[in-house]
């Protein structure tokens, strides 16, 4: 086979009750339409939004038939071994102007059982935050599952839910069992995510979609939820900055399921990690990704697809969100 090189896949948009406008007017992106736009899935070999290449000789290809064709060469040796059939993760962004459902994720263990696919351990990067940006994070200390049945029963959700303030920077961890949505104002978030669209939704804000309530999931939520568990929020002034040739690189979080860092780059920067696919998300800048003596441009809101073992250096004034395993 021939040689993989880096790739870009089509955004697949999706309109949403709470979406907006931002892909463009902040990231660069083209929407097809004028409504509004919730979630753009940028790497994705789920069949609900599925990565089609739009870049050089594999113009076309989706992404699941590239990891079943090229196997360890797609996604790194060890990685095709443990996951086999199934690409492990699910890139997108997320504009968020109205409150997002209360929901909550399986784990593996419950979504492979009842679902068929994997559970949804995510994580969000906040790009962009209004003053007033507040989300539901967990539940109240001293919420039992008998408290949270009663109230829910009663549709009386005050007091129930632990609620933070957010600003541009900030990572929060999303784990399974976490209950979590958006309470006001508006954010713009870099999402990555275990392959997964099962999402089983608490309280919709009694909002009509084409005048009907849409459907909650309180049965599959209540066996689901950890009453415990309280996100790991990460700050932009409280992360570390490591030095290397280039700039500064952040290590967000090491975890089972994916490795996130943030690079800063000011100079000519080569990344030396190729055992493993690498996704770069531009959140700002432009500059030049050259792999294997080829360049390609590249700006803020671009996501690209890195195949393992290449020759990787990027130049430019960027600031990138590198997702890997």
């Not at 933070?164 to 929060?172: A, E, N």
């Not at 950890?226 to 002034?237: A, L, T, V």
Request: negative net charge; charged residues 30%; glycine residues 8%.
């Amino acid at each position: 086979m021939e040689k993989l090189y880096p790739l870009k896949f089509k955004k697949v948009f999706k309109e949403k009750i709470w979406g907006g406008r931002s892909f463009s007017e902040k990231l660069n992106m083209i929407l097809p339409t004028e409504k509004l736009y919730g979630e753009s899935w940028e790497v994705s070999s789920h069949k609900n939004g599925m990565s089609v290449v739009e870049n050089g000789r594999l113009e076309g290809k989706t992404l699941e038939e590239l990891f079943l064709d090229y196997k360890g060469d797609f996604a790194g040796e060890n990685i095709y071994t443990k996951y086999g059939k199934k690409f492990p993760l699910l890139i997108k962004y997320l504009d968020i102007n109205d409150r997002l459902s209360v929901q909550v994720h399986p784990n593996d263990d419950y979504a492979l059982r009842v679902e068929g696919e994997s559970g949804k351990s995510e994580s969000w990067y906040i790009l962009e935050a209004s003053e007033d940006a507040r989300l539901i994070m967990g539940l109240k200390r001293g919420i039992t599952p008998e408290i949270f049945a009663q109230k829910t029963k009663d549709k009386d959700f005050k007091n129930l839910f632990n609620v933070i303030s957010v600003k541009k920077g900030d990572f929060i961890s999303i784990t399974p069992g976490l209950i979590h949505a958006s309470l006001e104002g508006s954010v713009l978030i870099c999402e990555v995510q275990q392959n997964s669209d099962t999402t089983y939704r608490i309280y919709d804000f009694d909002r009509l979609v084409d005048g009907k309530l849409r459907e909650l999931h309180l049965d599959k939520a209540m066996e689901v939820i950890d009453y415990e568990n309280i996100p790991r929020i990460s700050s932009e002034k409280n992360r570390v900055n490591i030095k290397i040739d280039g700039g500064l690189k952040q290590e967000i979080i090491r975890d089972k399921y994916f490795n996130i860092d943030k690079l800063l780059l000011e100079e000519k920067f080569e990344d030396t990690d190729r055992a493993s696919f690498m996704i770069y998300s531009i959140l700002e800048g432009e500059g030049n990704l050259t792999c294997d003596g080829v360049s390609y441009p590249i700006k803020k809101g671009d996501t690209w697809y890195i195949p393992p073992k290449l020759e990787v250096a990027v130049e430019g004034k960027l600031e990138i969100l590198k997702t890997y395993l």
